[in-house]
């Protein structure tokens, strides 16, 4: 998208606006400016996945521990905040420290949202997680040499994986 293009809002709505730029259509979110998922692994070896149930798709899905930035009181959050609360709000785990390992489109047709992808360090548990409310999330610690036979166990119960948690393991060098 050229910057001397203002995009116009065809639909707004609480959490997505419909806009058009150039001929081309696609979504934005109007109360975030960023989303950021988290690769996290425990000292024992176990990854933290968590799992929801995605209307969209219409089924639950497992996911890395992810969110919006600057959905809440701060609508300038910075990236590192969000992933580390949006890690202890799903999981149950905070980092003392995180390390970008890439950021890029969820979808790079439909929205202009950019993820950013940190992994997680240093983790402590301080909770059970699952979410805020209204969020159903169920919090998974699977150990690694085990990931590919539990997710394939997932995936004939119906659950669906998503993409960015091979993605994230293949970014920070950790054979699953």
Not at 39 to 56: G, S
Not at 101 to 129: F, N, R, V
Not at 141 to 150: G, N
Request: glycine content about 10%; overall charge negative; hydrophobic content about 40%.
């Amino acid at each position: 998208m050229t910057d001397s293009v203002t995009p116009k809002v065809l639909h707004h709505s609480r959490f997505l606006d419909l806009v058009e730029t150039e001929g081309w259509v696609f979504v934005r979110r109007p109360n975030a400016h960023a989303v950021v998922c988290i690769l996290a692994v425990t000292p024992q070896e176990k990854i933290i996945l968590v799992e929801q149930f995605r209307k969209p798709i219409g089924k639950r899905l497992l996911e890395l521990p992810a969110g919006l930035v600057g959905d809440g009181d701060d609508a300038n959050e910075a990236l590192e905040l969000a992933a580390n609360r949006e890690l202890e709000e799903e999981s149950g785990w905070s980092a003392k420290q995180l390390k970008k390992l890439w950021e890029g489109p969820s979808s790079a047709g439909l929205t202009d949202e950019i993820i950013t992808c940190y992994h997680a360090l240093e983790l402590e548990k301080l909770g059970s997680g699952g979410g805020v409310e209204g969020e159903d999330i169920t919090v998974h610690e699977v150990p690694l040499s085990d990931l590919r036979s539990w997710l394939e166990t997932r995936r004939n119960e119906g659950v669906g994986a998503d993409p960015k948690i091979f993605s994230a393991l293949w970014s920070a060098g950790i054979a699953a």
